[in-house]
């Protein structure tokens, strides 16, 4: 990450924004999708930060009063285009900083006629800090993160102790984060990271959590399987206590 920033910009970052240009359809989908499915923010230092006291109403942004699910680094968006044609009684955020996948992310929603579907291009951790307010989010996905496999770059990884306070403030008690990776020390460190996370508690039985039903297979996960790394899932809830 080269942007210059402060707060958020000095811990890890939710995945890294590539560069390159966008196809024509997706410069196409940009200019025509956006102001439909984007979310407007007001920017601090960085590109991709989301200024302090910036918070939207959800129900304003959607509509109505629904459940909240938010996903971080929707990526091309197969999982929660995916998830909002399947399930139209909940709002659904993708948080994405690649602005192509969000491109891609909209042209499919558009397809599907889905209405229940925002995106914002945002650092992740600032968007549940400053954006979202405290208490207003259902569940959480974390799927595939940047896994930093290099020894001396996981320090960069999102899943790190600072971070669960940040989810806990975002979600209503009782409400879900929901993890998933393919890299085994990854895992085992989101496991560790969690487990010893004020304010919330396991949801699930033995080792890992059985696979999210709710997360279409990508090819991204087909081709982890592919070369033999297994996918593991967690899932924690927030238990309404400490955080």
């Not at 499915?37 to 304003?60: C, E, Q, W, Y």
């Not at 889905?114 to 259902?138: F, K």
């Not at 297979?217 to 996918?231: D, N, Q, S």
């Amino acid at each position: 990450m080269t942007e210059p920033s402060r707060g958020f910009r000095e811990r890890p970052v939710s995945f890294v924004r590539r560069s390159g240009r966008m196809s024509e359809a997706q410069e196409r989908a940009w200019r025509e999708l956006s102001p439909r499915f984007v979310i407007p923010v007001a920017r601090d230092v960085a590109a991709t930060s989301i200024l302090p006291g910036s918070a939207i109403d959800p129900g304003a942004t959607f509509g109505r009063s629904a459940r909240l699910v938010v996903e971080i680094g929707s990526g091309q968006g197969h999982a929660i285009v995916h998830a909002a044609a399947s399930d139209p009684a909940t709002d659904f955020l993708a948080v994405e900083v690649f602005r192509a996948g969000l491109a891609r992310t909209m042209l499919d929603a558009d397809r599907a006629g889905i209405g229940n579907l925002r995106l914002v291009e945002a650092n992740a951790p600032e968007v549940l800090q400053h954006l979202l307010p405290a208490g207003s989010v259902d569940e959480i996905w974390i799927f595939f993160p940047d896994p930093w496999h290099k020894k001396r770059h996981t320090k960069r990884r999102l899943l790190a102790p600072e971070f669960p306070p940040v989810l806990a403030a975002a979600l209503r008690p009782g409400g879900v984060v929901r993890l998933a990776t393919d890299w085994e020390d990854y895992a085992r460190q989101m496991r560790e990271v969690m487990d010893a996370a004020s304010g919330f508690v396991r949801d699930f039985p033995g080792e890992w959590a059985e696979r999210y039903d709710g997360r279409v297979l990508t090819a991204f996960e087909r081709k982890g399987t592919r070369v033999g790394r297994e996918i593991r899932d967690l899932a924690y809830r927030r238990d309404g206590i400490g955080g």
